[in-house]
């Protein structure tokens, strides 16, 4: 089992930057793939970006290219997305999931998500 926390949601003018983190309890945190996901009101829950265990690899939703960044930090069990130019259409509740076996754009292939983190960006 891993539990996932996620922080550092907000309300953000657009334009602007935030920075999400999401915490694993566990020490084999670094042979997880993460993604963060994300969902709007009344829309399905959707990908934004995940990342391999290793850090090495990385991949990104279109409409966030550019501009949203996935890292982590296996040391200390955290994985990050830094969110720059951001814009009222990002808003959204995102989540962060962890995969035990597939790096994966899909929604099946992760195993464990956090409770998510509110992201409101005012135009």
């Known amino acids: 089992q891993v539990q996932l926390v996620e922080s550092g949601g907000g309300l953000v003018q657009a334009g602007g930057s935030l920075r999400l983190s999401c915490a694993a309890s566990?020490?084999?945190?670094?042979?997880?793939?993460m993604g963060w996901f994300r969902q709007a009101p009344g829309k399905e829950r959707e990908f934004v970006a995940a990342?391999?265990?290793?850090?090495?690899?990385?991949t990104y939703a279109d409409s966030v290219k550019g501009r949203f960044t996935i890292s982590r930090d296996n040391a200390k069990n955290t994985v990050f997305l830094q969110m720059n130019s951001l814009k009222p259409e990002d808003t959204a509740v995102y989540y962060c999931?962890?995969?035990?076996?597939?790096?994966?754009?899909?929604?099946?292939?992760?195993?464990?998500w956090g409770q998510g983190t509110q992201v409101t960006v005012s135009s």
């Open positions: 990342i391999t265990w290793s850090g090495s690899s990385t």
């Open positions: 999931a962890a995969a035990a076996t597939r790096w994966s754009r899909l929604r099946s292939d992760y195993d464990y």
């Open positions: 566990r020490r084999t945190f670094s042979s997880y793939h």
